[in-house]
């Protein structure tokens, strides 16, 4: 007893030790990225009021506002030790200098929907920095040129909203949830309800501003034809930060018509799903009809398999 009790003390004692180190060492980092990124940051916009660490008052909510899985919001989940919410091109080049003359991990957010939060968790338990682009999200419309700038941190919801408020016979074909950010999804894909007539997002994606592993700001014609197509598809952050995309507008017509159809596991689901697949991809492209799965409570209380059927036309 007496020995378990030893051990157990010096087992504590131990953990202390090694916390009060490792909270020191953490310290010591983060003191040195923020010194270095205010020596890099353009003095004309300064970094200072842009960084946030755990000490700060409003570290909790900047961190939180976007994390979109909730998954990933425990006390254990591993936490930045510092968030640029970066205003200015010049910001994100202090931020990728200073990662790699820190040797330092840094995540690049827009609207957190990566569904494995890797815009804002490391696995790695290593320290790590957050670049946070949600400061840079305008969009510049020219219905006359059918084209957009759209700042990354921008919410897909904004860029539909930004369309609509210029124009009713214009879109853009991307993704169904509004709250995704155009940083991560025009960089991956995109799809959506007018993938059949349009493709994806990075199939009307016309040039790009992107940060590269330098901190050069570069463009499409800067970057080279092999670096663009990289960015629109493979996933922006494995080459760089992007700023901004410019995006080809589409043509719509002024009335959508639009239904929704639900059909529950006693209505056969599987005779339901095999028909869909007989018709879906053999309507008019100006058809878009989508089958997804879901659950939902019965009479009973009971969760039950549904089939989603929804058209667009
Ligand atoms: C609820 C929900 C609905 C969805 N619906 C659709 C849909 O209808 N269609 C579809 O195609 N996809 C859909 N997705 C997937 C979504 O498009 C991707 O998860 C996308 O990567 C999210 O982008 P984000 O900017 O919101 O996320 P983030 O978490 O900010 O970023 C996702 C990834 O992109 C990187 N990244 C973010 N910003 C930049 C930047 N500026 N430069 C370089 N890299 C960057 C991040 O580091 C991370 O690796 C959905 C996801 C969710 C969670």
């Known amino acids: 007893m007496a020995i378990s009790s030893s051990f157990n003390f010096l087992f504590a004692f131990l953990l202390a030790l090694l916390s009060t180190h490792s909270s020191a060492t953490f310290i010591s980092i983060t003191n040195r990225l923020s010194q270095c990124l205010n020596n890099y940051a353009d003095p004309s916009f300064p970094i200072s009021g842009l960084l946030y660490t755990p000490g700060n008052s409003s570290y909790p909510s900047i961190l939180q506002a976007y994390i979109r899985n909730p998954r990933f919001n425990e006390t254990t989940t591993n936490k930045p030790i510092l968030i640029i919410t970066a205003s200015h091109a010049s910001h994100i080049q202090a931020a990728v200098v200073c990662a790699t003359t820190q040797r330092l991990l840094m995540k690049t957010r827009s609207g957190g929907h990566d569904f494995e939060g890797l815009s ?99 463009n499409r014609k800067s970057m080279g034809e092999d670096l663009f197509w990289a960015i629109t598809g493979g996933g ?16 719509v017509p002024t009335v959508v018509t639009v239904f929704n159809i639900q059909r529950t596991s006693e209505q056969e689901l599987s005779t339901l799903a095999h028909q869909w697949l007989q018709v879906a991809d053999k309507l008019d492209n100006n058809v878009f009809f989508r089958m997804r799965l879901g659950l939902v409570n019965n009479t009973d209380g009971q969760r039950q398999f549904v089939l989603i059927f929804h058209q667009c036309t």
């Open 120 to 218: 804002y968790v490391s696995y790695m338990n290593q320290p790590f920095f957050i670049v946070d682009v949600f400061n840079l999200r305008s969009i510049n419309i020219s219905i006359e040129h059918e084209t957009a700038w759209v700042q990354a941190g921008a919410t897909l919801g904004e860029l539909y909203y930004g369309i609509a408020e210029k124009s009713n016979t214009h879109a853009f074909p991307a993704g169904v949830c509004p709250t995704v950010g155009v940083g991560g999804h025009l960089s991956g894909g995109g799809y959506g309800n007018l993938m059949r007539k349009y493709g994806l997002s990075v199939d009307n994606i016309v040039d790009a501003q992107l940060i590269d592993v330098n901190g050069r700001l570069l």
């Open 236 to 251: 922006g952050v494995s080459f760089g930060v992007v700023l901004a995309y410019k995006i080809k507008l589409v043509r």
